[in-house]
């Protein structure tokens, strides 16, 4: 009766695994909660409460148009957000490996704060989970097959800090009140399409370049410095984030489509790839 005793062989393992995948996943949601609990509890009231275009007085001439054309007198400025996205990410530091991935964020406006958490299917019945996030001056990438074996972890320097202080920035096009001058961001012009940025959170401080098209709206976010991780080694790498497909939600003109690249010498390397399928916002008071 051989075959009976290979049968319950493979049924204890497949229990087992079932049992530690289970167990991976309970622990994973409590860390997203931990996160999102950090997140929440660094936040700071927004004010004012409602933007006012007297704001824009002195701002370069791209940034007025901007906000004229994304933003109406009135509008409640936007205290978190919470979005969820479907795409394709590139695997490969050197090649071309896309795999599908679905994820949820939260983003707080301040303090500036976000939590990406994604799930990568790398083949069937082989999902990757990540965490990507910003939260109380912390940067954060977490990255575990199963959500059970660790692939990456990256946490707690200021290196890691900056790069997702950055990718808070460059997404500021979904909640575009947190790019007004009463938000901490501060302008400088370049010419008449483009206009640099900086903003301070904590210890951190960075600037980038916007770009904007003949809509008026944000089309590139470009930063010339950000940590790319290559062999194990970190790399200072020109970055940049575009978007499009504007649409007119609560009141705001927002990209539902994007892609993120490093700018490498031989040109555009794009690894994310994505879209909103949902978006709902909390507005101050």
Do not use: C
């Amino acid at each position: 009766m051989w075959w009976k005793v290979i049968a319950i062989v493979l049924a204890v393992l497949v229990f087992a695994a079932a049992m530690a995948i289970l167990y991976a996943t309970n622990r994973w949601q409590s860390d997203t909660r931990k996160l999102h609990a950090r997140m929440e509890a660094a936040g700071v009231p927004i004010t004012p409460t409602s933007y006012d275009p007297r704001e824009l007085e002195g701002l370069p001439a791209p940034v007025q148009r901007y906000f004229r054309t994304v933003l109406k007198e009135g509008q409640p400025l936007v205290r978190a957000v919470s979005v969820e996205h479907t795409g394709t990410f590139n695997m490969s530091e050197t090649g071309e490996r896309w795999k599908p991935f679905s994820s949820t964020q939260r983003v707080t406006i301040r303090r500036p704060g976000f939590v990406w958490d994604a799930r990568v299917r790398m083949v069937p019945g082989m999902t990757v989970y990540v965490h990507d996030a910003y939260v109380a001056g912390e940067g954060v990438l977490t990255a575990k097959l199963f959500g059970l074996v660790s692939l990456v972890n990256l946490r707690g320097t200021p290196e890691v800090a900056q790069g997702e202080l950055m990718r808070f920035f460059a997404e500021a096009a979904w909640y575009p009140t947190a790019l007004l001058p009463s938000q901490g961001v501060q302008w400088e012009s370049v010419d008449d399409t483009s206009a640099k940025a900086t903003l301070r959170d904590g210890e951190t401080t960075l600037t980038m370049l916007f770009r904007f098209n003949e809509s008026g709206l944000i089309e590139s976010v470009r930063a010339e410095e950000r940590g790319r991780t290559v062999a194990g080694a970190v790399i200072p790498t020109p970055w940049e984030g575009r978007w499009s497909n504007y649409e007119l939600r609560d009141g705001m003109r927002i990209p539902f489509e994007g892609e993120v690249a490093w700018i490498l010498p031989e040109g555009s390397k794009p690894y994310w790839r994505g879209r909103i399928t949902k978006i709902s916002y909390e507005f101050a008071q």
